[in-house]
């Protein structure tokens, strides 16, 4: 059997097309993650490549030759010096036995055992997934199903395994499905398992002001005295310290590094790069040099490895969202792998926007290719850094278009303005560089404050000083809802007052109106 050294162990056995785990780690806890890293390639259905599924602390218990792997349920805690109080809680709320296996051999402290049927399973939820987009009921076929061990590897700090996964109907399957797959009764995807040790201790969670703009984690601390709320809420955010606190300006102990797709095409990856790195900025703000790097993906790296954090360039039949995800240790809400995809045909879309206002054909091409270009690059530019900053633990700010485009994490509609000759001017159609409201959210969630600082206080005074100049902070339950009632919440839009912003839509709209015509039509 060939051997895969690394955090747990593992045998692959080729002529019985089997995999051996060994366990020699027992109670100790680890991350489980699962993801998709090759999907089905339609928007409607969202099952993308690269898709982040489910993550859980697990342990691995033995009673005889049984193993369990065991998910804790860390929504119910007691944050207590004291293991009566933990065991208390512990017991009150149930646990989940992710899989059970039998111990084929043993020494000493290690067990082997037949993984093989743990790790050829469907973990994602595909054929759900597909039944409620209404593409019809899939099974596994478990004949159709085997390991890819292209992607399958080991590291002292993680073991990766990859599955290739069939799923069959007999019956009719759906438009999107037969719009995407070869045969549309069979569906084979990709399908990815981590086990990730935990981070080391050190790591500081911070409080979730629900005005700082973050994603977080909650739970209930049953050792939380009575005068205190019973709900415990942190940010998400990575790890980040400075080699000297006490500075103003200092470099990271460690700095954050994201990763560029290596398939996406120039000159795409070099504006992925340019925009995902405006967030140093941000970090500058916060006081901390050369904090934040985003380089091209090494050519012998695997997105799947937790150790990298990954922006990716995804191809779908049609256009569709992007959007970033997260790894997180659900204990303190650090961040341990950002995972941004980015829809490749969005730069298509804009490129049709500037077509449409422009009417660009019938002038000189080489003028007409770099306007076009550098609309589509900046828009660009502004979606690496926005679905970036998801992965950084930010949500979404709709207010700052009121406020001077004062975030990336806005959705942005094209500025555009009408000439003297009224011939639309996309020139500055998109914001360049960071806002001024995400430099305030990224220092209230990664500034590492001097020792005997008053956190709490320095927290507090960080956004009041930022609403006391006129920064607005609201996000999704304030702008999507019916019954979301702010002016300053809509979304692709631009400008302080939403009445004016349409009546300027308008006349950019009968502008390019009066110009259309036959130089809207690309020859050939």
């Not at 998910?71 to 805690?77: H, I, L, P, T, V």
């Not at 084979?188 to 969670?205: A, I, N, Y």
């Not at 300006?249 to 590094?257: D, Q």
Request: proline content about 6%.
């Amino acid at each position: 059997m060939q051997k895969f050294p690394g955090y747990f162990p593992f045998y692959w056995d080729a002529k019985a097309g089997k995999l051996w785990l060994e366990i020699d780690k027992w109670n100790s806890e680890f991350l489980y993650v699962e993801s998709l890293p090759a999907g089905i390639g339609s928007n409607d259905i969202g099952l993308d490549r690269g898709q982040l599924g489910q993550s859980h602390i697990v342990r691995f218990e033995r009673t005889g030759p049984r193993v369990l792997l065991i998910a804790s349920n860390e929504g119910f805690r007691a944050d207590s010096d004291n293991a009566d109080e933990r065991r208390a809680v512990r017991d009150a709320f149930a646990e989940s036995v992710v899989w059970g296996f039998e111990a084929a051999a043993e020494e000493g402290n290690h067990a082997l055992v037949d993984a093989t049927a743990f790790y050829l399973r469907d973990v994602h939820g595909i054929p759900g997934t597909l039944q409620r987009n209404q593409q019809g009921q899939f099974r596994l076929d478990p004949t159709r199903c085997a390991f890819y061990l292209a992607n399958t590897k080991n590291f002292p700090e993680n073991s990766e395994v990859e599955t290739m996964l069939t799923f069959t109907t007999e019956g009719e399957a759906g438009p999107l499905v037969r719009s995407v797959t070869p045969m549309a009764q069979a569906i084979t995807v990709r399908e990815h398992v981590s086990f990730v040790e935990l981070p080391p201790p050190g790591f500081k969670p911070r409080i979730n002001d629900p005005r700082s703009g973050y994603f977080g984690i909650q739970y209930m601390d049953f050792a939380t005295p009575i005068s205190d709320p019973v709900v415990k809420r942190y940010i998400d955010h990575h790890r980040l310290e400075k080699k000297d606190p006490a500075a103003a300006m200092s470099e990271p102990i460690r700095p954050i590094v994201y990763y560029v797709d290596r398939g996406a095409p120039e000159p795409v990856r070099s504006a992925l790069i340019e925009g995902a790195s405006w967030w140093n900025q941000a970090f500058e703000a916060a006081g901390y040099r050369n904090a934040f790097r985003v380089e091209v993906m090494p050519p012998d790296a695997d997105p799947m490895d937790v150790r990298y954090n990954v922006i990716q360039w995804v191809h779908r039949s049609t256009r569709g969202w992007s959007y970033g995800s997260s790894v997180t240790d659900p204990r303190t809400g650090e961040i341990i792998q950002g995972r941004v995809s980015l829809g490749s045909l969005r730069d298509r879309q804009d490129f049709l926007i500037a077509e449409g206002l422009l009417a660009p054909y019938g002038k000189d091409k080489s003028v007409v290719d770099k306007i076009m270009q550098q609309v589509v690059l900046a828009r660009l530019r502004q979606l690496a850094a926005h679905e970036v900053g998801h992965t950084l633990g930010l949500q979404h700010n709709f207010a700052a278009s009121t406020t001077n485009r004062a975030s990336v994490m806005d959705y942005p509609a094209p500025l555009v303005k009408l000439g003297a000759d009224g011939v639309p001017d996309i020139s500055d159609a998109y914001a360049k560089g960071i806002g001024e409201w995400d430099k305030v959210a990224i220092t209230y969630g990664y500034q590492d404050f001097p020792a005997g600082t008053d956190e709490q206080g320095s927290l507090d005074k960080i956004l009041g000083d930022a609403f006391a100049r006129g920064l607005r902070y609201l996000t999704d339950q304030d702008a999507r809802p019916a019954s979301a009632a702010s002016s300053y919440t809509h979304l692709w839009d631009n400008g302080a007052n939403v009445i004016d912003g349409l009546a300027q839509v308008m006349k950019v709209r009968a502008a390019a109106m009066n110009r259309f015509g036959e130089n809207n039509i690309r020859e050939g």
